[in-house]
């Protein structure tokens, strides 16, 4: 499954928001230095969607607008 995500690091609140079948806006109180916010975005992933994190993984990990790959089995 491949999902477009556009992530907000530094938020005061975190949110997931899904806008289509395959397209979310994401919220992170973690900011983009040292890979924090994108290692929280796979543990939400991993969550929502039941899956293990290292079945997650991220195309575009330094845009803001990212492309996520979940390997569901």
């Known amino acids: 499954m ?14 997931i928001q899904k ?11 973690e900011p983009p230095e040292n890979n924090k916010a994108n290692k929280r975005l796979i543990n ?7 899956v293990p994190a290292k079945n997650i993984k991220i195309k575009t990990p330094s845009s803001r607008n990212k492309i996520i790959e979940i390997v569901t089995q």
């Open 44 to 50: 939400l992933f991993s969550k929502e969607f039941k």
């Open 19 to 29: 806008v289509s079948d395959n397209e979310y806006k994401i919220e992170l109180k």
């Open 2 to 15: 491949i999902l477009n995500v556009k992530v907000k690091p530094n938020s005061k609140k975190e949110l």
